[in-house]
């Protein structure tokens, strides 16, 4: 099993559509976890970081659930400019290594 | 703020030869830097993680000779592929980290062909 899975996607969904990303982690010890987008040819670039209560920033909700080690990202309203790949990353302390995920494709068509 | 930044962001070189490639904070220390590769369509791969002072610890199947990291400084670590081959060419990311915190900032890349 990999240490991060996610959706395999890719999702195309239209303007102002609401999609959810999913992503489990093998780690039960691991401490922090983040939610990444990263554009074509880009670096990645933080989006959210994702705490127990769960977080929301804007459209963009975000959920940890540590019992069944599952991590979520739900975007509302998609806007065109949402179209990228979604990065699910998991990592200990600050000085263990950080695993990311396989990557989530989203397309929002008009 | 937690802007890194990368050079080259391009380059290009013969096979056999070395490219460094470096990677700075500009506004904070990072007390730990991170290099990793992306083939095409690929997910972020981790080569290895170096903390300020201390050697790097590089991933199973990745050659510490091969590929040097020197992370001499709170602002600067430095990756250089010796004697590229064209297996070698990717896109190669940094990322850094402030002691105490769990986010990492991410350079913008450099892109390596090597021919």
């Known amino acids: 099993r990999k240490e991060v899975e996610q959706d395999p996607g890719p999702f195309n969904v239209p303007e102002g559509a609401t999609v959810a990303f999913n992503c489990t982690y093998s780690?039960?010890?691991?401490?922090?976890f983040f939610w990444y987008r990263q554009d074509c040819r880009k670096e990645p670039k933080l989006l959210m970081s994702v705490y127990s209560s769960g977080n929301e920033d804007g459209r963009f909700t975000a959920q940890l659930n540590r019992a069944s080690q599952y991590i979520s990202l739900l975007i509302r309203d998609s806007k065109l400019s949402d179209s990228a790949t979604y990065l699910c990353?998991?990592?200990?302390?600050?000085?263990?290594?950080?695993?990311f995920g396989p990557g989530t494709s989203l397309s929002v068509i008009p | 703020g937690a802007v890194v930044s990368q050079h080259p962001s391009r380059v290009i070189c013969k096979s056999g030869t070395s490219v460094k490639i470096e990677c700075r904070s500009l506004?904070?220390?990072?007390?730990?830097m991170f290099w990793y590769r992306q083939f095409p369509k690929q997910s972020l791969m981790l080569m290895a993680t170096?903390?300020?002072?201390?050697?790097?610890?590089?991933e199973q199947g990745v050659e510490k000779d091969k590929f040097l990291i020197n992370h001499a400084s709170l602002t600067l670590s430095t990756l250089t592929v010796t004697s590229a081959h064209p297996e070698d060419s990717s896109f190669y990311i940094c990322?850094?980290?402030?002691?105490?915190?769990?986010?990492?900032?991410f350079g913008p890349g450099t892109r390596l062909t090597v021919t």
């Open positions: 506004d904070f220390q990072a007390t730990t």
């Open positions: 170096s903390n300020e002072g201390s050697k790097a610890t590089y």
């Open positions: 990322s850094a980290s402030g002691q105490g915190t769990y986010e990492q900032y």
């Open positions: 780690n039960s010890a691991s401490q922090s």
């Open positions: 990353v998991v990592r200990g302390t600050s000085y263990d290594k950080v695993i």
